[in-house]
């Protein structure tokens, strides 16, 4: 499997996952920390498919490029922030 399509459908997975969690009302974290309100999850899925038109159109008119690395690298710093974005992590209150 090339990069270009990889990339292209771990960004349509961010998008769909991004877009149905919009749809929820959001867990404490995410919702009431985090602000990760449902319109904050749409702006993420429509970048999230923007990355995806961009790897399709990198791997369509420039083959074999350094591009998709770039643009790879650009989506992966995205979803890290994006899936970060409403997890817990590993803060415990001992109080």
Do not use: K
Not at 10 to 17: D, F, K
Not at 25 to 35: C, I, L, S, T
């Amino acid at each position: 499997m090339s990069w270009d399509l990889a990339g292209a459908i771990a960004s349509l997975l961010l998008a769909a996952a991004a877009y149905l969690r919009s749809r929820g009302p959001g867990g404490f974290y995410d919702a009431q920390v985090y602000g990760m309100t449902p319109r904050t999850h749409r702006a993420y899925a429509a970048v999230a498919l923007a990355f995806s038109l961009g790897f399709f159109a990198t791997g369509r008119w420039w083959p074999s490029s350094g591009a998709t690395i770039w643009l790879g690298a650009a989506f992966v710093l995205v979803a890290v922030f994006y899936l970060s974005s409403y997890l817990r992590g590993a803060y415990e209150d001992d109080d």
